[in-house]
């Protein structure tokens, strides 16, 4: 059975330049998510299809997927990436994705979005809070998508924030995010020197457990 921080560490950074793409796109911004139609509409004039994934709540500590029974209240068309997602899960043996709940200690609606999202080629994923716990969805938008990708700013400060959040390995998180994406790395031993999209390149030096020591 395969451990779903094997696919954190694997997804992480290329979900996390997601993200960041939508902050370019949106902003500060107000929003407005309808379940019935199935669009999310930002600052009043951005509109976007979504798909649910579940729900985490603060009163039962628990990750609820979409899929459920539980979750009688979503239409079937909204549950399409979610079933997938249960798929995928039963295919590469990732517990967490196949049960219907998960108790947040084991892992949360973060981690479930980060590798959502590029299982599914989702544009990014957004958190919708509400009193007791957060609705969590893909949302799919080529105006996302055209956004630019990391510099080394924005690498290095989504790099950073995912290591203080999850005891994962730190080289696994920044050599998966190059090799995904097609761009230029290479390893020696502790070492690691990159490219990014725009030309900016990188140096990285690890420890033996795969921990980062320095980064510039």
């Known amino acids: 059975m395969s451990s779903i921080t094997e696919y954190l560490e694997k997804y992480a950074l290329i979900s996390l330049e997601k993200q960041e793409k939508f902050v370019k796109l949106v902003g500060e911004h107000t929003r407005?998510?309808?379940?019935?139609?199935?669009?999310?509409?930002?600052?009043?004039?951005?509109?976007?299809?979504f798909q649910v994934l579940g729900t985490e709540s603060d009163n039962t500590l628990t990750w609820l997927w979409a899929w459920s029974e539980e979750q009688t209240e979503i239409q079937e068309t909204l549950l399409k990436s979610s079933r997938a997602l249960k798929?995928?899960?039963?295919?590469?043996g990732v517990h967490e994705f196949v049960v219907p709940a998960v108790d947040l200690d084991k892992?949360?609606?973060r981690v479930v979005s980060l590798i959502a999202a590029e299982v599914c080629?989702?544009?990014?994923?957004?958190?919708?809070?509400?009193?007791?716990?957060?609705?969590?969805?893909?949302i799919f938008s080529r105006a996302i998508d055209d956004q630019q990708p990391f510099d080394f700013f924005g690498l290095s400060?989504?790099?950073?924030?995912?290591?203080?959040?999850?005891?994962?390995?730190?080289?696994?998180?920044?050599v998966s995010?190059?090799?995904?994406?097609?761009?230029?790395?290479?390893e020696k031993d502790r070492f690691?020197?990159?490219?990014l999209a725009n030309g900016e390149t990188?140096?990285?030096?690890?420890?033996?457990?795969g921990r980062l020591k320095s980064f510039r």
């Open 107 to 109: 892992t949360d609606g």
């Open 87 to 92: 798929t995928w899960g039963e295919r590469e």
């Open 192 to 195: 690691v020197e990159a490219e």
């Open 32 to 49: 407005e998510l309808d379940l019935d139609s199935g669009m999310i509409r930002f600052n009043t004039e951005l509109v976007f299809p």
């Open 157 to 174: 400060r989504r790099f950073s924030e995912l290591l203080s959040l999850y005891d994962i390995n730190h080289k696994n998180v920044l």
């Open 121 to 138: 080629k989702a544009s990014c994923y957004y958190r919708d809070p509400y009193e007791g716990g957060a609705l969590y969805v893909l």
């Open 202 to 209: 990188l140096k990285a030096e690890f420890d033996e457990g």
């Open 177 to 186: 995010y190059f090799r995904m994406k097609g761009l230029p790395i290479a």
